[in-house]
């Protein structure tokens, strides 16, 4: 006999139905037992946008007449709607006995239960086998539905892909936003705002995060009890729409076939990453090349692979800035000597910039200039001094003409641009050469210092994005020299340099004003451009924060040249070197000095030119590295802005994106260099110099048993500035040569280059009465100033001591290391036939022994011929045969004397440098310091 029970439930109500069929002992136990469930519970476990979410619900066996004893077993045999509490399938699962502990919310101690959950669909049933071993159902629980239930899915009404230009809603369909899965806590992207439960969606165009793309946002959905809710997401993406705004600008001061770029026509609201096309013609990275003056519409256009096609026109005007280019023409070329009166040069101007004026200054206040036109007066000294004339060429452009669209700036003022030219005026002290006996035969070498190549600006070009060339040099040097020309016989030559930013003197102190209001022709571009920043529609970087940093806008002089050094890694802060070519040869043999950047002061060089030339002197400086070479590249590289920059570490998202970025072509050398040269004529206007000249004279005894020639020493004279000996040439046809007993007169020569002359008076060699004759010798220089050396020769009956001639001083002949030197007679003793004169000497190097011992009456002997580098100590013997008894070496009858020759070394040291490596430069020469 089994026993049949039909139970049915709902969820509001539970209704036991208990059916007898058949009366058994087992019966009677199982007729007060039934099966009911709980109340059902969201469980909030739906996957978005998927209806699958489950209810929370618990089976119970209980019998109406009071406990059910423990031990029992109640098996699950069939079910439908229902899963296990991990959403498995249920089975046959067992109830458990609740012994009044730990029990579920409604659920009795004696009663049995089991925790299941219920399917999506709502609807469940099941059926129980009891107690007895049979596995057959004694206990059926009819399929019921849960009350509360889940909402529908809400619907995400945005796109994939949204392009917004403002502020932009979405509607919520009565539902909530959020970052996550959840009701609460509300957390939402920035930019993002909801005003609560079915408020709609608001994103702020302005503070969106555009570089957070794809966004992913939960839609969630509750029922009217607050208890189940279900969720929708989405990815989706939000842009900026480009905008492609142009400001109509001016491109003022181009220089012809150069170029401009047209990104600068975008204001920092729009975005930089469209093309610009001029009738219908696109512009190849917005590089516009630039023939002449033009006023031109240009349509600026982005097809955004979201937002479409944007465009917008503008226009833009470009003035030509001038060029300004002339020569000098005058009678002489620069520099002139002139003894007072004035210079006239003309100006001849090979540009054709508008409204040209010429200007003139001078180095000299005493001495102003005049124009006329294009004539400039130019006062010469009436003393020695010289000047240096500034004459500078200034064009400026007129107001350009109207551009529709293009409005001038406040204060706008047309460009104007100047070149200078320098002429020197002086006066040697020597009347310019009107006393000369022949024009100047001076050879001068034309030094050709090497070439140097500067990176004194910066040019940057980063692919289609902007291009950028400030019009200003960032790192500047200055020579002022004290004078353009000087003397031969000058020691130095002396200036002041400065190496600088922006030829800012270095010593602008740490309160003065800041980078970016400097008066310096583009700084305020430079900051400008270098501060801002790129919106890509999509996106907006600061490629170049960087350099803004770096060049520090914000910061004082002090501070941008201590502060900003270490921004680049691997500089030294910079320096300077200054040379110079101090013998006029072409090659730089002086390292004046170095130091480190910026610096200002004074120098001075050695004149080693010798004779007429050229000194030139060469500033280069370098930042943040040092020079490190004063010809060719005159600066290494330093980092390049992609180092400072890299791609990869921007911290954004989309392929869009990375192509942009990727396309960059930056290449700038954040490494500045420059150099200057100056130079200062070198003239040979000094006279010639008599080493000896004894104007005392030559006092020789005559007797009345024999008349014999007199001599006397031929003065030795040097050139003024190299020091070389000078040749004597003979006489001229001033010469008296009455009294000249030798064979053959010397022919009579023309006073036509350099060398010693003897232009007056007897000539040695002649036998001479007694009496004082007057003899002229002339020295004159390769640039034929002369000077002269005038001495009596006296001859009498009576003798006098001997006397040797003055000790003497001369430099080596040219590339020789001895001297040529002849006339080295003694100005008294000589004469009457009873003498003899004889000489000794030794060479300081050789150590040859040079000696005369002649014992013939009569007899004169005096050395003549090269003489060695060193001390040459010349001793003259002379032999009188006073009491005429022909013995001569009676006491008192010899007499001896001394005089010292110095030989100098003209030439400086060749340096050998062994072992070195040196860079050959463009012209295929390498220039090495030893």
Request: with cysteine; glycine share 10%; proline share 8%.
């Amino acid at each position: 006999m089994k026993l049949l029970t039909n139970i049915k439930f709902t969820f509001k109500t539970v209704i036991l139905f208990s059916v007898l069929t058949c009366l058994s002992p087992l019966n009677d136990i199982m007729a007060q037992v039934s099966i009911m469930s709980m109340p059902c519970q969201c469980n909030n476990d739906q996957t978005p946008n998927m209806t699958n979410g489950t209810y929370l619900t618990t089976l119970v066996i209980k019998d109406a007449a009071g406990p059910l004893p423990s031990g029992q077993t109640y098996t699950v045999i069939s079910s439908v709607g229902l899963l296990n509490t991990m959403n498995g399938a249920l089975g046959n699962a067992s109830f458990t006995y609740c012994g009044g502990v730990g029990c579920p919310s409604g659920v009795t101690m004696g009663q049995y239960y089991l925790n299941v959950h219920v399917s999506w669909s709502n609807s469940y049933s099941a059926m129980v086998d009891g107690p007895d071993p049979d596995n057959i159902p004694e206990l059926t629980l009819a399929t019921t539905s849960c009350s509360p239930t889940y909402p529908a899915l809400p619907t995400m009404p945005m796109m994939d892909s949204i392009c917004i230009s403002a502020d932009v809603s979405f509607p919520s369909n009565g539902a909530l936003y959020n970052e996550n899965n959840v009701m609460m806590p509300v957390s939402l992207p920035t930019g993002f705002s909801q005003g609560g439960v079915g408020a709609p969606l608001l994103i702020d165009y302005e503070t969106f995060d555009p570089t957070q793309n794809p966004y992913t946002l939960y839609l969630i959905a509750k029922d009217v009890s607050g208890m189940c809710m279900t969720s929708s997401s989405k990815e989706f993406g939000i842009f900026r729409e480009p905008i492609t705004t142009l400001e109509n600008r001016l491109y003022d001061c181009v220089t012809a076939g150069g170029m401009i770029s047209l990104f600068q026509m975008l204001p920092s609201t729009s975005s930089s990453a469209g093309k610009f096309y001029i009738g219908g013609t696109e512009v190849v990275n917005g590089q516009y090349t630039v023939t002449g003056p033009i006023c031109q519409t240009v349509t600026y256009r982005i097809d955004d692979p979201v937002c479409g096609i944007k465009e917008s026109m503008g226009v833009f005007q470009v003035t030509i800035g001038p060029n300004p280019a002339f020569n000098l023409n005058s009678a002489s070329p620069s520099p002139v000597c002139k003894v007072g009166g004035t210079v006239t040069v003309t100006g001849v101007r090979s540009s054709t910039g508008t409204n040209p004026v010429y200007t003139i200054t001078s180095n000299r206040p005493a001495y102003t200039g005049t124009v006329a036109g294009s004539t400039f007066t130019l006062p010469a000294p009436t003393s020695t001094d010289n000047v240096t004339y500034t004459i500078c060429l200034r064009e400026t452009n007129n107001a350009p003409a109207a551009c529709p669209g293009v409005v001038l700036p406040p204060g706008y003022t047309p460009c104007t641009k100047q070149t200078c030219k320098q002429f020197v005026v002086y006066n040697d002290g020597y009347a310019c050469g009107a006393a000369n006996l022949f024009s100047d035969q001076c050879v001068g070498f034309d030094p050709d210092p090497c070439y140097f190549y500067a990176k004194p600006r910066l040019e940057l070009m980063c692919g289609a994005l902007f291009t950028l060339s400030i019009p200003a040099d960032i790192v500047t040097t200055t020579i002022n020299l004290n004078s353009n020309i000087i003397r031969c016989t000058d020691t130095e030559l002396c200036g002041t340099i400065n190496a600088s930013f922006f030829d800012i003197n270095g010593s602008v102190a740490n309160s003065g004003p800041k980078i970016k209001d400097l008066p310096i022709p583009g700084i305020s571009v430079l900051c400008s451009v270098f501060c801002f920043c790129l919106n890509l529609g999509f996106t907006k970087v600061c490629p170049l924060k960087a350099l803004c940093d770096l060049l520090g806008c914000d910061k004082t002089f002090i501070q941008f040249i201590l502060d900003l050094v270490a921004t680049l890694a691997g500089g030294d802060g910079g320096g300077y070197l200054l040379v110079a070519d101090s013998d006029g040869d072409g090659f730089f043999d002086q390292q004046i000095e170095e130091g480190r950047f910026p610096h200002s002061g004074s120098f001075c060089v050695p004149n080693n030119v010798k004779g007429r030339g050229e000194i030139n002197v060469r500033l280069v400086a370098g930042w943040p590295f040092f020079p490190t070479d004063v010809c060719g590249d005159i600066t290494t590289e330093g980092p390049n802005l992609l180092d400072l920059l890299p791609i990869g570490s921007i911290p954004i998202v989309g392929s869009v994106i990375e192509d942009v970025l990727g396309t960059l072509q930056c290449n700038v050398d954040l490494s500045w260099s420059n150099a200057a040269d100056a130079k200062a004529d070198v003239i040979n206007r000094d006279p010639a110099i008599f080493q000896n000249c004894n104007t005392a004279g030559y006092i020789f005894q005559q007797t009345g048993n024999c008349s014999i020639p007199v001599n006397w020493s031929i003065p030795v004279a040097i050139s003024s500035c190299d020091n070389k000996p000078l040749v004597y040439r003979g006489r001229t046809s001033g010469v008296n040569m009455s009294f000249y007993t030798g064979n053959t007169p010397p022919p009579v020569v023309t006073i036509n280059r350099d060398g010693i002359y003897q232009t007056a008076g007897p000539l040695p060699g002649s036998s001479l009465p007694i009496g004082s004759y007057l003899v002229t010798y002339t020295a004159v220089g390769c640039n034929g100033n002369p000077v002269q050396c005038s001495f009596p020769v006296v001859v009498r009956t009576t003798a006098l001591p001997l006397q040797c001639p003055a000790n003497i001083t001369v430099y080596t002949d040219v590339d020789q290391c001895t001297a040529f030197l002849n006339g080295l007679s003694p100005i008294q003793g000589l004469g009457a036939c009873n003498s003899i004169l004889n000489y000794s000497y030794i060479d300081p190097v050789s150590g040859i022994v040079h000696t005369t011992n002649s014992t013939t009456p009569g007899t004169i002997n005096i050395p003549f011929g090269h003489f060695e580098l060193g001390v040459t100590r010349i001793t003259y013997t002379l032999l009188v045969d006073i009491n005429g008894d022909g013995d001569y070496l009676d006491p008192g009858e010899t007499q001896s004397c001394s005089f010292t020759i110095t030989v100098l070394d003209k030439q400086f040291p060749h340096a050998v440098c062994l072992s070195t490596s040196v860079k050959i430069g463009q012209q295929w020469f390498s220039n090495y310091i030893c």
